[in-house]
């Protein structure tokens, strides 16, 4: 229709009036092209897709050995995005331990063999997102035990349980006692085992070897709460 009105204008029109019809007729046209194609605003990204991703992409770690792993979100267009937060928890904290604040990033440590599962949920502008990823612990003939808290009775020994095999002859566990002066201090031991004490030490790592299966159970001496236990296969 604008079209036509043009040549109209043109065919009828000299001078000035024919300038003026030009213009009106070129505006009657762009108004006619905005009415018939409108700009359609971008969809608004939001939380689509959380995912748990471990090194490796593994779902296998022995016990007394670190599980790294990232929480990846990401929008309807797979572009990550900002969350408010993520909860992360396991399903059976027998079997590990996520060391959430550790300087090294988030990992998962084995304790005793068998499953558990790593759950994540995020949330973003009140959508909440979850995923969850099935991790096998498997024995091993080490294992590590870390001092975590801090502040009057707050310390605690992670994992509280921790259980080694003897493939080589003997097991081996190691304290991490990154932070405060702690002991460890033996309440029992299986009948031949010989496992001797940690003096209070501070900032130190400590390694003891098990040749006798049982159970040893031990606490710390300046932090009541702070008792473990271990089982040798």
């Not at 003026?20 to 897709?49: E, F, H, K, R, Y």
């Not at 572009?79 to 992360?88: I, S």
């Not at 059976?92 to 440590?109: N, P």
């Not at 033996?186 to 390694?207: L, R, Y």
Request: with cysteine.
């Amino acid at each position: 229709m604008a079209t036509s009105f043009l040549l109209k204008c043109v065919r009828t029109c000299s001078g000035g009036g024919l300038r003026a019809a030009i213009a009106l007729s070129v505006g009657v046209w762009l108004l006619g092209c905005s009415d018939a194609n409108p700009v359609t605003p971008a969809p608004t990204p939001v939380l689509s897709t959380v995912t748990i991703e471990t090194v490796g992409r593994s779902s296998n770690v022995a016990v007394g050995q670190p599980l790294f792993f990232t929480i990846l979100t990401s929008d309807q267009f797979g572009r990550p995005v900002v969350v408010d937060f993520v909860d992360k928890q396991l399903s059976d904290t027998t079997h590990g331990v996520i060391l959430v604040d550790s300087e090294f990033g988030d990992y998962l440590l084995g304790a005793v063999p068998g499953n558990t599962v790593l759950s994540a949920t995020a949330s973003a502008a009140g959508i909440r997102r979850s995923a969850t990823k099935s991790i096998t612990i498997f024995p091993s003939d080490s294992g590590v035990i870390e001092a975590v808290g801090g502040g009057g009775n707050n310390w605690h020994y992670a994992p509280g349980t921790v259980a080694v095999s003897r493939s080589a002859g003997d097991a081996t566990i190691t304290w991490n006692l990154f932070f405060g002066s702690h002991t460890v201090h033996w309440d029992s031991q299986p009948a031949g085992g010989t496992v001797a004490d940690i003096d209070s030490v501070t900032a130190a790592i400590v390694t003891r070897y098990f040749t006798v299966a049982g159970t040893y159970e031990y606490h710390c001496l300046i932090h009541s709460d702070m008792i473990g236990t271990i089982v040798v296969e």
